[in-house]
């Protein structure tokens, strides 16, 4: 079992930055692949980045692409993602999400690829 915790969301104006942060536990965090989706009202669950054990390969949606950073540091079991020139659009509740089944260097976009989930939180650009 993994369990995680999302922090870090808040509101902001835009054209402002925000850095996530989803601390894990209950297994050994360089075992998991890591991705961020997340979710606006009235749709659906969408890939936002993720980044492999190694940390050495990133996917990221191309919508947050060029504003978006997602990195790991494995001594402090924790993923993050720098959110930079961020847009009203990017309102959502942002998850992370651990996949522990994955080879050291590949990275999943789709929600069915992850396992364990955290709780979310609220992320607000406001225009």
């Known amino acids: 079992q993994v369990q995680l915790v999302e922090s870090g969301g808040g509101l902001v104006q835009a054209g402002g930055s925000l850095r996530l942060s989803c601390a894990a536990s209950?297994?050994?965090?360089?075992?998991?692949?890591m991705g961020w989706f997340r979710q606006a009202p009235g749709k659906e669950r969408e890939f936002v980045a993720a980044?492999?054990?190694?940390?050495?390969?990133?996917d990221y949606a191309d919508s947050v692409k060029g504003r978006f950073t997602c990195s790991r540091d494995n001594a402090k079991n924790t993923v993050y993602l720098q959110m930079n020139s961020l847009k009203p659009e990017d309102t959502a509740v942002y998850y992370c999400?651990?996949?522990?089944?994955?080879?050291?260097?590949?990275?999943?976009?789709?929600?069915?690829?992850?396992?364990?989930w955290g709780q979310g939180t609220q992320v607000t650009v406001s225009s």
């Open positions: 999400a651990a996949d522990p089944t994955v080879l050291a260097t590949v990275v999943h976009t789709s929600t069915r690829d992850y396992d364990f």
């Open positions: 209950g297994r050994t965090f360089s075992a998991l692949a």
């Open positions: 980044i492999s054990r190694s940390g050495g390969n990133t």
